[in-house]
């Protein structure tokens, strides 16, 4: 089992940023990647960014250049650096962790709105 923990959501002005993050614990061992999602109501849960355990990373064409996804193996936390937010990009953020026998994990989501 992996547990995570999300946080840094909020309120941003239109052209500001935000970094959330989200700590993993229990079977760490065990993940081969990480990511962020994001879900308006009503709709499905959308990749914005993946990272691997490898260090490669997967962006939505609609944040690359904006977006920044990294890891900190040291302290189990996976970091999503977002500028230059827009009124789009306002949704719940989930953290997701694949295992390597491909079981998904979640976290509870982080609200960020951007707003004037």
């Known amino acids: 089992q992996v547990q995570l923990v999300e946080s840094g959501g909020g309120l941003v002005q239109p052209g500001g940023s935000l970094r959330l993050s989200c700590a993993a614990s229990g079977s760490i061992f065990s993940i081969y990647a990480m990511g962020w999602y994001r879900q308006a109501p009503g709709k499905q849960r959308e990749l914005v960014a993946a990272i691997t355990s490898g260090g490669n990373t997967n962006y939505a064409d609609y944040v690359k250049g904006r977006f920044t996804i990294s890891e900190d193996n040291a302290k189990n936390t996976v970091y999503l650096q977002m500028n230059s937010l827009r009124p789009e990009n306002t949704d719940v953020y989930y953290c997701?962790?694949?295992?390597?026998?491909?079981?998904?994990?979640w976290g509870q989501g982080t609200q960020v709105t951007v707003s004037s």
């Open positions: 997701n962790a694949v295992s390597d026998a491909e079981c998904d994990y």
